[in-house]
């Protein structure tokens, strides 16, 4: 699984030769997760026509007020990053930080 944040800021030519370099790559099984803002999520569609029909777009959620609240941070809890969810709503997954450098 291959995973590229903050897709949506690349120049459209930087977004092309990666979705090029990975095409090969996917047709032979290999996921990957281009994370964007939802109105650009279909960018490599628009750099990329032989992408149509082949992207999906993730509904994704917000994190609540509980789930980033942890004080050790996601690795020591049970949040969602930790049970093997992504989940964003900016172009930041999650959100301002809480976590306090030294705990845990």
């Known amino acids: 699984m291959v995973v590229i944040d903050d897709f949506h800021y690349m120049p459209q030519h930087v977004q092309l030769g990666i ?8 047709f032979q099984g290999l996921g990957v997760v281009l994370a964007a ?5 279909y960018d490599a569609v628009r750099v990329e026509k032989e992408m149509t029909g082949r992207v999906v777009q993730l509904p994704i959620d ?3 007020e509980e789930e980033r609240a942890s004080p050790r941070g996601a690795p020591h809890s049970n949040s ?8 964003t709503g900016t172009s930041r997954p999650h959100g301002p930080s809480r976590s306090r450098a030294g705990t845990g």
């Open 80 to 87: 969602p990053a930790r049970r093997g969810r992504w989940r």
């Open 37 to 41: 803002v939802p109105h650009r999520a």
């Open 62 to 64: 917000f994190w609540s």
């Open 19 to 26: 979705v090029r370099g990975l095409k090969d790559l996917v």
